[in-house]
């Protein structure tokens, strides 16, 4: 398998309903392995024709005859990448075109109401609508199921990530902000902290898969209603642990499948983006570009004996696919084309790009039993590391180091921070087939894979190579148990950040409903329709919180709201309380229970919250509305936003506007009108027409209900 060319297959998809409405015609063509496309401004024009390896003609219904199905698609071109990373070696699928030509449709399948059609069901039917990824999962778990045995043993584990600006976000880990992308010489690109489940069937993928794409960033274009913005990156590490009779001995293969989903490229003028979409559109096209530059220079260096410098670090995609691209990886590009005439110059470059890539050479070789030759170097390395710092009057606890061991999946970066790819590592003895771990490690072949301590290498570089590599062992020798473990703190973390969020979920993962956090403070609307009321929620987090209409965190619209309207800012004290300041900005119209604000002021549990003539909020602080409960004697497990609420929030909060705010009918609006509970209020917070109500229905008869003090009526 060694020198194998990138496998690429070519897939048209049916027309929108965009290019039917626009009457759009077919401009490409297939017979057999061979892609020809038409331009349709110059119908004189000889037809361009490009061969791959597989042409899949999905254009028309599925009754049509020759028209592809997912099934053949999966059997064709992703059952054979699944037998290889059986056999040992890294495989890779990658999924490019124009935003809506079909790139996560061939990939995950169709996305309809409900759950996301994964496919990955206890006993699965033959859903034709399953894309590649839950066909791949299902076929895999189904070839371990049959093929165990007491010597043989699986495991799987599964990263979903995505490239979103530029910047790499774990879709799995809820709540964490932007990862950093690090390069070891032995192990290759990798992303630190990245989170690494184990997955036992394939439901357990279809719920990481379903999760992280509710995650993921989409947004509306006009070529795509959900475009996807961002770059996924699913990655699924398969070991196979085999058990000798003969010699006692375990060996193992461990293969790396990594499933991309690019965004698709596009131009401003086509899908109409603006502001934010625009900043997203220049970020994926610049990317892809850099995507291009490398496939490129990677197929020109197989023509050419000299090696030229690949520009991988120009962009984090790139980076992170450099094995994929040309490296330890069996790797096939699907290259989704739309058909339609108004697409034609996206359509000829997608597959000018499919044709360059074909012509790149992979190095794929079988990752076996890495662990213990990789194991016996870094206890070596560390000797060495312990050796020079003694040598230098340095322990190994020095500046900056910490006694608790580290997140997994995290190893340490090469001398003096290269910015170019780093040198093969020196000859240290007979050459060892290194293949992908725990930590996504990069298989090399030759030397050995571990790097020889520099001599310009200072003691604080030491201290943190020492450290990165002992966490490097106690990841190799974590076990089945403990990786178990890790698991499922993982998932308890993440449906703990879910619930402090105000988010139910079920015990499989799904979502239930949205519910009033219980430790941030927060904001919900009020409104005059009690079914629209309380139905909106803003979180006020830790810092500053802006509110207006544009380039802020709360953003609201309406003709009294400025660009910059007021700023809640969150501080914590000592003890653990959290103080909520609200600062208005000049000229904005802020109200705090009917008084207008000129400078800051501190809020508290249900105050009223008006900006500009129509919204108007409640202030919830769930720690003080449990510290009310707790000195009231009221039991702690009611709901806080049912414990905190009065009946008499609308109402006031219309008491707040001004009478030209708010409608006629509720400013002559007659007592009966008004729900029971006004019989409840104090004296300043009912209308004067019902402080001097008769005795009757609704107050005691032995009261007077009349001006002053409550009197015994005589």
């Known amino acids: 398998m060694s020198g194998a060319w990138v496998t690429v297959a070519a897939r048209v998809r049916p027309f929108t309903e ?51 199905s997912q099934r053949r698609v999966y059997e064709e071109l992703g059952r054979q990448l699944l037998l290889h990373a059986l056999d040992g070696y890294n495989v890779s699928v990658l999924a490019y075109g124009q935003s809506g030509a079909g790139k996560s449709y061939t990939m995950v399948g169709q996305q309809g109401p409900g759950p996301p059609a994964t496919g990955l069901d206890p006993e699965p039917d033959p859903d034709p609508e399953m894309g590649l990824v839950p066909q791949l999962c299902d076929d895999l778990f189904a070839r371990i199921s049959d093929g165990r045995s007491p010597d043989l043993s699986y495991s799987v584990e599964v990263s979903y990530m995505e490239i979103y600006c530029e910047r790499v976000r774990d879709l799995l880990a809820v709540g964490r902000g932007p990862l950093r992308v690090r390069e070891h010489p032995a192990l290759g690109p990798y992303v630190e ?24 960033t989409v947004a509306a274009t006009n070529l795509n209603e959900v475009s996807s913005r961002s770059h996924a990156v699913l990655t699924i590490v398969l070991t196979q642990r085999r058990h000798d009779p003969l010699t006692d001995l375990y060996t193992e293969r461990v293969s790396k499948i990594c499933l991309v989903d690019l965004a698709g490229s596009e131009r401003a003028d086509s899908s109409g983006s603006t502001g934010t979409r625009l900043k997203e559109g220049a970020n994926i096209n610049k ?3 850099t995507l291009g530059k490398v496939i490129s220079a990677l197929a020109e260096g197989g023509k050419r004996r000299k090696s030229e410098f690949i520009p991988y670090r120009d962009s984090v995609l790139t980076w992170l696919l450099k094995e994929s691209l040309g490296g330890n990886s069996r790797t096939a590009m699907i290259a989704a084309l739309s058909p339609a005439d108004l697409n034609y110059e996206e359509t000829l470059s997608t597959l000018r790009y499919a044709d360059r890539a074909k012509q790149i050479r992979c190095h794929a070789v079988v990752n076996e039993d890495p662990n213990a030759r990789l194991i016996r170097e870094l206890k070596e390395e560390v000797a060495r590391l312990r050796e020079l710092l003694e040598t230098r009057g340095r322990g190994t606890h020095g500046p900056g180091a910490e006694s608790d061991p580290a997140p997994p999946a995290v190893v340490f970066l090469c001398p003096n921070d290269q910015t170019t790819d780093p040198p093969p590592p020196p000859d240290q003895g007979p050459g060892v087939k290194v293949g992908a771990r725990v930590g996504d490690p990069a298989p090399v072949e030759g030397p050995t894979a571990v790097v020889t301590l520099g001599e310009g290498l200072s003691s604080e570089e030491a201290l943190d190579r020492l450290q990165e590599t002992e966490r490097i062992m106690e990841e190799l020798n974590e076990s089945w148990e403990q990786k178990l473990q890790r698991t499922e703190r993982l998932r308890q973390e993440r449906e703990k950040l879910l619930a402090e969020m105000g988010v139910a979920t079920r015990g499989d993962g799904g979502t239930v409903g949205v519910f009033s956090p219980k430790k941030t403070p927060h904001l919900v609307n009020l409104n005059e329709d009690l079914l629209s009321s309380e139905c909106l929620l803003y979180y006020i987090t830790e810092g500053s919180t ?14 009294f709201i400025r660009d910059l309207h007021c700023v809640f800012h969150s501080e914590g004290g000592a003890a653990g309380q959290v103080t909520v300041t609200l600062e208005p900005c000049d000229g904005a119209d802020t109200f705090v229970n009917g008084k207008k604000l000129t400078s800051p002021m501190v809020l508290h549990q249900g105050q009223r919250v008006a900006m500009g003539k129509s919204h108007v909020f409640r202030f919830n602080h769930p720690e003080q509305a449990r510290q009310e409960l707790e000195r009231s004697g009221t039991p702690t497990d009611v709901p806080l936003t049912h414990g905190s609420r009065t009946p008499t929030d609308v109402p006031l909060a219309h008491r707040d506007r001004t009478p030209t705010d708010l409608p006629l009918t509720h400013r002559d609006r007659t007592p009966t009108d008004l729900p029971l509970t006004h019989r409840d209020r104090t004296p300043t917070d009912v209308p004067l027409t019902h402080r001097s109500r008769t005795p009757g229905v609704g107050s005691p008869a032995h009261l007077c209900t009349g001006p002053g003090p409550p009197q015994t009526c005589r």
């Open 193 to 216: 902290g990245l989170s690494k489940p184990l997955a036992t069937s394939a439901q357990d993928i279809g719920r990481l898969l379903a999760c992280g794409n509710r995650t993921r």
């Open 18 to 68: 965009r290019e039917l409405r626009l009457n759009a015609s077919c401009i490409v063509n297939m017979s057999g392995a061979c892609t020809t496309i038409t331009n349709p401004k110059q119908t004189k024009e000889s037809p361009k024709s490009f061969t791959f390896d597989y042409s899949y003609w999905s254009h028309g219904s599925s009754c049509s005859p020759g028209f592809v």
């Open 546 to 559: 802006r509110v207006g209409r544009s380039d802020v965190d709360i953003e609201l619209s309406g003709e």
């Open 287 to 289: 990317s892809l570009t």
